[in-house]
């Protein structure tokens, strides 16, 4: 590991925003996923200057830096596997600038989602993206994953309403990309090649985003199938209908016995849910779309369709979905729940087949996964459920993912939609994609070219993500 | 200039697809902007082992490529400053696939725009972007541009189109960027940023797209405004009040007349003109939509309006604004229409400020300037019209493009919305975006290192784009 001056950084940030004491550096040792690594220093700028002077002296001491933000990431991201620098960027949390007029919102990195969406909504308009932990994640964090999340299907990911960024590069430099405006074509769009970067490219310090009007109406409607394939036949032809959905969601029966047991929901126990929803500024045309996707989802035998325009109501039926992922650990005994091939997207026609594949390769492989996720827009969402304390259950799961992902990227589809690669997802995404990783590596190195910006991630991380970091679980025997 | 093995390239691609006649470089010696320079041969690949081939031949031997779609770019990305290869992409011009079932199409690079419309229509899809060049303009040219038109301010611009890319880089290697879904957080969004990187880090072989529903229900309506400013007011507040316009075009006095003057429309010779239209499933939506955009002209002193769903009488009221560059030359004896000064963005605030700022410019030196373009996503149109005999005239559009520039880059708007820098703007784009240059050429670099690619363009262009090259008019005195 190498040497970190904490005085040093303790004089660029004060010293109540620099720590090595080992407990902080604990706090500061994982994020979502399975991997835990130890920082040397975790510092807490405040300013765009003081992230400038920390990457100058970082780059020439060759210290690997860490952006992070609220570590919810599931891949690994802000786990500093070569120790270093973790730069928390949650203080950096201002709303800079609303500006209604020009359709956008100037925001410091550290600002959170729901707090964004709060501050919108005097003001008609809405920041679309929301992936399921808009209640802590912050902008910063969700550029660097290019997140996206329910609303997918309809209005895209961040990387569609980044319209520009102010990045500190590894030397220090600071650069304006992107505009103010719709859309540009005034040199390279080096605001979409950050957005997804996962923090090895440059440190965002302040972000530009498109704005979206606030619908008036939204309408949410839930449909039971017995078979699993009968809700993703169901989704595949909600899309190519030519439904525009504000939202389609798919949990399997896994999901349901979970929820039933962690929140007493007493949802039918069926093989699938699709949640649906439409939303709009006039109530014809949100009717149109809602009860064009119910009578698709009878057509494929789903049935006890509920419909809902309430607030309260939508909260009630879209409530098992929410609390899904905490839930899940509660659906057996002695199991946890593992970000684990956590979330592969697949082309709309693949959806159905997809599920049953996933299913059928859990069995085989002695683990339990739930398939779930925001299906309209071909995101898969599992989660590999085992024992976390017998070894053999992680070389279970080692073996699951291997095969998983052999199958995803066989049909089309991706390692992942919405969380990242960082160092879980690796292995799988570099077999895929190995004839992009040396123009990936190129870019990484002429803008980074000593690699202390989030090192050994994506392109550069570890071939055995079991081994690349300690596991956060207690692996007895 | 480099030697150029014409017969080496002739083996490659066949006699009939190599030339060094100087009557077909003559024909390939200029695009749609006042720039003009003669390549040492043109090429024809039809496959994509034949662009490998002849990158490799020209890496080796240090020869600039050219790629080149339909020559409709108004900036000169075209126009080979160095000699060299110009690479005619319009061979490779078939639909590969189809997939609606994915919501999406695989193309080749030399698909115009509208005959992928035209095949997309019987499975009741389309290809939003729209650039007004449409008839002609190559799907590979529209993403060096990342090209617009008037469904931006709904629909948004190429980039948000492209799923993938395969593309051949300098040295011949091909590679498969992006993703068949509508998501993905998979690595660098290289994809995008070879949207709009105007033929300077790879030729783009094949691209995967996303398509999007045909709506059932168009309306278009136009108003009268006498004072321009009115015009300007009522497109930004259309924008903030949350109206979702599928197209909000702005055309003004000077338009009006020379389209009056070419094609005998006999429009009211008023201040400025509003095209604007909805779109939908659903007709109550529709009519919603289009009477607040209504509502809104009529506050800001809009007169004369009407609106119309029928698509022959929507042909007529947009066959003004769809003719207006041709007609532009029309507008006064002795004089043309330059493609100088021609697409810049503002936010939506300044619409009004920013349109008659131009024309405050233009007639302080003594040249005419339409305002007109797809005003509701920022995007505003110019044409400078001057007498190209007269040396003095172009000195006056220098003077224009400089302080014109400088106004917008005050106020917060880009050099480009949807045309791209190339040679002509590259000196205010220069000026304006110094810090990310370093950032740009270090990419060029790393994808490019014997800058082979579309050479001495955007930032590495000269800093005179009136010496850049020939002009393709007669300059007499």
């Known amino acids: 590991m190498k040497k970190v001056d904490v005085e040093n950084l303790k004089k660029i940030v004060g010293s109540e925003n620099a720590t090595d004491n080992p407990v902080d550096l604990y706090a500061y040792s994982g994020d979502a996923s399975v991997h835990q690594a130890m920082p040397n220093v975790v510092v807490r700028p405040k300013t765009i200057e003081q992230v400038q002077k920390i990457m100058r002296y970082a780059n020439k001491n060759r210290i690997p830096v860490i952006p992070r933000g609220a570590g919810t990431g599931t891949s690994g991201h802000a786990v500093p596997i070569d120790g270093g620098i973790v730069m928390d960027m949650k203080q950096m949390n201002h709303i800079l600038e609303i500006k209604p007029g020009d359709v956008l919102v100037r925001v410091e ?41 329910v609303r997918s299907v309809k209005y895209g990911a961040t990387r569609d309403y980044i319209l520009g960024l102010k990045v500190v590069l590894a030397d220090g430099s600071l650069v304006n990309l992107g505009a103010n405006t719709r859309v540009h074509s005034s040199g390279y769009q080096l605001e979409r090649l950050i957005v997804g970067s996962e923090g090895t490219l440059g440190i965002v310090v302040e972000a530009t985003i498109r704005i979206y009007p606030l619908p008036k109406f939204r309408c949410l409607g839930v449909a039971n199938f017995n078979k699993l394939e009968d809700a993703g036949n169901a989704i595949s032809e909600i899309i190519t209908s030519g439904c525009q959905p504000s939202m389609l969601e798919l949990m399997d029966g896994i999901g349901i016995v979970a929820v039933n047991k962690a929140l007493d929901l007493g949802l039918k126990e069926v093989g699938a849910i699709i949640l649906f929803e439409a939303d709009g500024n006039v109530k014809e045309a949100v009717d149109f779309e809602i009860n064009k996707m119910k009578e698709i989802c009878k057509a494929h035998n789903g049935f006890g369709i509920e419909l809902s325009y309430d607030a309260e109501e939508r909260k009630r039926i879209f409530s098992g979905r929410k609390k899904l992922f905490a839930a899940l650990s509660r659906y057996k005994e002695g199991i946890i729940c593992t970000d684990l091939a956590d979330d592969m997207g697949v082309p709309n026609s693949k959806i159905a087949e997809a599920a049953a594949k996933i299913h059928e390769i859990a069995k085989r492989n002695n683990v339990i996964m739930a398939v779930y996720g925001h299906c309209g827009s071909g995101v898969i969402h599992t989660k590999i459920m085992l024992d976390p304390k017998k070894k053999d259950q992680w070389k279970d799961a080692d073996k699951v993912i291997e095969e998983l992902y052999d199958y995803i990227h066989s049909v089309g589809g991706v390692t992942s939609a919405e969380h990242g690669i960082g160092l879980s997802k690796a292995p799988p995404w570099k077999k895929a994609r190995a004839d992009i990783i040396p123009m990936m590596r190129a870019i990484k190195k002429a803008l980074d070219p000593n690699n202390i910006l989030n090192p050994h991630k994506l392109m550069d991380a570890p071939d055995d993500w079991v081994k690349a970091t300690d596991l956060r679980y207690r692996v007895v025997k």
């Open 109 to 149: 990195p550290g600002v959170v989602d729901d707090d964004l969406n709060r501050a919108l909504l005097p003001y008609g308009f809405f920041y679309p993206p929301a992936p399921a932990s808009s209640r802590i994640a912050t902008i910063g964090g969700e550029i660097a994953a290019n997140a996206s999340g």
